[in-house]
Each structure stands twice: as C-alpha cells, then as structure tokens.
C-alpha cells in the first residue's frame, strides 16, 4: 500500500465497495475540501469501464473529475482554464498508459464486464481486490501531484 494518505484513504475507499471512479473522485475531493452533495452519485457510473462496458478506467474517470473540480472553466469562454485541464487529463492519462499500456478496463483486468460470464471470470479472478487496487493506488497519486502543484 502506497503510505500517502490521499492514496490510502482512496483504497479504503475501493475495499470498502466504492468501484473505483467513486473511491478516486471521493479522496481526491475530500483531499482538496471539496464538498459537493453529487459526490460520489456523479461517479458511480464511470466504474468498470464506463457502465462495464470496459472502455476508459473508471480510476482515471474518477481524477478527471477530480482535476475538473479544481481546474475547470465555470464559463464557456474560460479558454485557459479548459486549456490547463485538459494538458493535465492529458499528463495524466498518458502516464497512466506509459505505465500499464493501456487505459481501457477491458484490456487492464483482462475480463468482459459486460457480460455475466465476464463479471464472474473477474469475481472468480479476485480482480476487484488484487489487481484494480494498483490502479486505483497510480492514479490517485498522479492526481494528486497535480493538485498539489
């Protein structure tokens, strides 16, 4: 386990049956004392892959929404800061893809989420408890940099 409390309290989260946008966006949120009742209702969504269909990490969705709080536009004219969010989800997800080649969830834990076979090969795997935690552990600190900086 990583010893930043940021990516502890994010896998705390995971174990405690969070999917993994809601544990990433919930420390990340609560890390930088962002309060918002929609938090973690508006990452639930994000986990297996986008609803399980096994496209975009739900991690990495949870710390785009997490540098979104943080750094978004609140008008639609704020070019420089959908600029500076957007070269930091870039950083972000091209680390993430440097590091396990791959951004798609499908790809990651190797099973279809979308199908029932798919999510009792990924139960049967211990996927959830042995190989998300890792992702959910990488992003939370690289997202977490961001923040900080």
């Known amino acids: 386990m990583d010893s930043d409390p940021v990516v502890e309290r994010a896998l705390e989260y995971f174990a405690s049956g969070f999917n993994c946008a809601e544990a990433v966006l919930l420390s990340l949120a609560e890390a930088t004392?962002?309060?918002c009742a929609c938090i973690p209702r508006m990452a639930t969504g994000f986990g297996g892959g986008i609803?399980?269909?096994?496209?975009?990490?739900?991690?990495?969705?949870g710390a785009v929404m997490a540098l979104g709080l943080a750094f978004g536009r609140d008008t639609a004219t704020?070019?420089?800061?959908?600029?500076?969010?957007?070269?930091?989800?870039?950083?972000?997800?091209?680390?993430?893809?440097n590091e396990y080649g791959s951004v798609s969830c499908r790809d990651l834990i190797g099973c279809d989420l979308s199908t029932k076979k798919g999510q009792e090969e990924a139960k049967a795997k211990r996927i959830h408890s042995e190989i998300c935690p890792k992702f959910?552990?990488?992003?939370?600190?690289?997202?977490?940099?961001m923040l900080q900086r």
């Open 78 to 97: 704020d070019a420089d800061a959908k600029e500076d969010t957007y070269s930091k989800v870039a950083l972000l997800v091209n680390a993430f893809s």
């Open 33 to 35: 004392q962002v309060n």
């Open 51 to 61: 609803g399980r269909t096994g496209d975009v990490c739900g991690a990495i969705s």
């Open 136 to 145: 959910v552990a990488f992003v939370t600190a690289e997202a977490w940099r």
